[in-house]
């Protein structure tokens, strides 16, 4: 039996934290820097995937863990939405924009995947006493090919 004992260790967060660290990289420079709003709306959303991905499962529950799982691909679509509005205010080219919407898309789909596999499982939440979230059936995860965990 395998056992996910950190955030960190899944693929989906590492994933989510890379893309966020390419919106900040993108909103450092450029006339997005004079829109503080606007800068401060797509980097809250690009944080919110990996915190929502964090805070879901230092939940108790798998129906918590899938909760915040599902507002963490919400908050990828937001975090597109806004990719699209910043390229059609000319803060960025629109090859940025759209390598970064397509990797987006990747993650959420990701997410998804993840969120099918919770719902088809009777994988427990944080109630041992070590406060790990147990997956039973890790190998299947990785023939699946799901994306979620470090090889």
Same mark, same amino acid.
């Given at each position: 039996?395998?056992?996910?004992?950190?955030?960190?260790?899944?693929?989906?967060?590492?994933?989510?934290?890379?893309?966020?660290?390419?919106?900040? &990289?993108?909103? %450092?420079?450029?006339?997005?820097? *004079?829109?503080?709003? /606007?800068?401060?709306?797509?980097?809250?959303?690009? =944080? $919110?995937?990996?915190? &929502?991905?964090? %805070?879901?499962?230092?939940?108790? *529950?798998?129906?918590? /863990?899938?909760?915040?799982?599902?507002?963490?691909? =919400? $908050?990828?679509?937001?975090?597109?939405?806004?990719?699209?509005?910043?390229?059609?205010?000319?803060?960025?080219?629109?090859?940025?924009?759209?390598?970064?919407?397509?990797?987006?898309?990747?993650?959420?789909?990701?997410?998804?995947?993840?969120?099918?596999?919770?719902?088809?499982?009777?994988?427990?939440?944080?109630?041992?006493?070590?406060?790990?979230?147990?997956?039973?059936?890790?190998?299947?995860?990785?023939?699946?090919?799901?994306?979620?965990?470090?090889?």
């Amino acid at each position: 039996m395998g056992t996910l004992q950190n955030f960190e260790d899944m693929d989906i967060w590492k994933e989510a934290r890379r893309l966020f660290k390419r919106v900040i &990289n993108l909103t %450092e420079d450029g006339p997005v820097c *004079s829109d503080f709003r /606007f800068k401060s709306q797509i980097r809250q959303a690009a =944080g $919110s995937i990996m915190d &929502n991905i964090e %805070e879901g499962f230092e939940r108790d *529950s798998r129906l918590e /863990f899938i909760n915040h799982l599902s507002y963490s691909k =919400g $908050s990828t679509g937001e975090t597109r939405s806004q990719l699209y509005r910043g390229y059609d205010m000319n803060y960025w080219p629109e090859e940025k924009a759209i390598s970064l919407i397509e990797e987006y898309k990747q993650l959420a789909s990701h997410i998804a995947n993840f969120i099918k596999y919770l719902n088809s499982t009777n994988v427990s939440g944080n109630n041992s006493k070590e406060g790990n979230l147990k997956f039973r059936n890790l190998e299947i995860l990785k023939s699946r090919n799901l994306k979620i965990f470090k090889s």
